[in-house]
């Protein structure tokens, strides 16, 4: 059974730092594509951050140079330094794998965990 249980959120005032934390067991993130959605109160999911099982990783332009995605494979955790926040990247924040799903490719649709809650101030 796959969880993915994420952490680090909390209240922060514009231009603080947050470092998320999403822990993993029923599957090995140094052999997947890892992921970091975030979705805002009455707006879609946002993919926010990606590695690859190779450690390669990308970016929207919204977060480029602010956020960086890593991994800790004897954790079996990945986590998002967030910097020089801004109001706008308040949001829940959720990790995922990248997989074949159903015909299409994108985040496992059962393995959403409860995210967490990252709350910017200005």
């Not at 730092?17 to 090995?28: T, Y």
Request: hydrophobic fraction near 30%; proline fraction near 4%; aromatic fraction near 10%.
């Amino acid at each position: 059974q796959v969880q993915l249980v994420e952490s680090g959120g909390g209240l922060v005032q514009a231009g603080g730092s947050l470092r998320l934390s999403c822990a993993a067991s029923g599957i090995i993130v140094s052999i997947n594509t890892m992921t970091w959605y975030r979705q805002a109160p009455g707006k879609q999911r946002e993919l926010v951050a990606t590695i690859t099982r190779g450690g390669g990783t990308t970016y929207p332009d919204s977060v480029k140079g602010r956020f960086t995605i890593s991994r800790d494979d004897a954790k079996n955790t990945i986590y998002l330094q967030m910097n020089n926040l801004k109001p706008e990247d308040t949001a829940v924040y959720y990790c995922n794998v990248l997989t074949l799903y159903g015909g299409r490719y994108g985040p496992h649709p059962n393995y959403w965990g409860q995210g967490t809650q990252v709350t910017v101030s200005s």
